[in-house]
């Protein structure tokens, strides 16, 4: 056992939705640890202001990935910078919410897109990226970002998404299975409440009942976030995959 167990400087890391919210702390705190970030979301000023904020070991790519030519487009972009891939974060992710016979087709279509269709689309073709990144001492690794409502049934009324969150808990699983020959490793991190644009009008609504709904009493931070997904890109991590970690302060422990 070395002393780098949690060591991920110098790592090649891209993360999707990577200008707000939760894309935003994991890639904020990979390039803390000294990690080269690739981050990405479909509003290029947001993802040039964020690289140029960060600095050096910071490039913003914007794409869309809720489409197979944006993800292909940004695989390419990524491996005009980089020839290997150590770590992808696939977190760009939208909900939607209506009442159950209200509840569009639309919705379906555009939540499914971009939360389950998407990873999987990105994940294959960043492969060879991957795989030039990959051994059997130091895995390459895809994170996805599920969520505590793909392991419960949500406060609110939206289908679609708990669908899409509990397909990515398993889309880990079954991916991790085909890749763990190969060396890549596959999990998914189940966040619980944190805030962010998604969550802003939840929160505005019911701050004080969110928090209570917390068993630690609180909502999650940015170190909540940015810490789980460098301990799977770890060294700490090599051995794990398949798994799906609740970041969610015990809210899973009421499921
Ligand atoms: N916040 C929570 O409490 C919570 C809880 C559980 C799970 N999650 C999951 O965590 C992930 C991040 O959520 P968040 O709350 O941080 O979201 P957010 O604040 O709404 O941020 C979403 C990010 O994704 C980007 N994005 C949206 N659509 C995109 C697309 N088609 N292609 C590329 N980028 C896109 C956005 O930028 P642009 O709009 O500029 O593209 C933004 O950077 C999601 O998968 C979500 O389901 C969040």
Redesign the pocket.
């Known amino acids: 056992m070395g002393p780098d167990l949690f060591d991920v400087a110098g790592r090649h890391v891209l993360v999707?939705?990577?200008?707000?919210?939760?894309?935003?702390?994991i890639v904020r705190g990979f390039h803390a640890a000294g990690a080269h970030v690739y981050l990405?979301?479909?509003?290029a000023e947001?993802?040039a202001a964020l690289a140029d904020e960060l600095g050096g070991r910071a490039v913003g790519l914007?794409?869309?990935?809720?489409?197979l030519d944006?993800v292909r487009a940004l695989a390419a972009a990524v491996a005009e910078r980089t020839g290997t891939l150590d770590v992808l974060v696939?977190?760009?992710?939208?909900?939607w919410g209506a009442d159950i016979e209200d509840y569009p087709d639309e919705a379906w279509d555009k939540v499914l897109?971009?939360?389950l269709k998407?990873p999987f689309h990105l994940t294959v073709a960043c492969l060879p990226l991957l795989r030039a990144a990959a051994t059997a001492e130091r895995p390459a690794r895809v994170i996805?970002?599920?969520?505590?409502?793909?392991m419960r049934v949500p406060i609110w009324e939206s289908y679609a998404?708990a669908a899409?969150?509990a397909g990515?808990h398993h889309l880990v699983k079954v991916m991790g299975k085909r890749l763990a020959s190969e060396h890549i490793t596959v999990n998914a991190?189940?966040?619980?409440?944190?805030?962010?644009?998604?969550?802003?009008f939840?929160i505005e609504e019911a701050e004080d009942e969110l928090v209570a709904s917390v068993p630690l009493g609180r909502?999650?931070q940015p170190g909540d976030?940015a810490g789980a997904a460098v301990f799977l890109a770890s060294p700490a991590a090599s051995w794990i995959t398949g798994a799906v970690l609740p970041v969610?302060g015990g809210m899973v422990t009421l499921a």
């Open positions: 999707t939705g990577a200008t707000k919210g939760i894309g935003e702390m990405t979301s479909r509003t947001d993802c914007p794409a869309d990935v809720s489409t944006g696939n977190n760009a992710g939208a909900t897109a971009l939360n998407s996805a970002i599920g969520s505590v409502d793909g998404y899409s969150k990515v991190i189940a966040p619980g409440v944190f805030p962010s644009k998604m969550m802003r939840a909502l999650g976030a969610d």
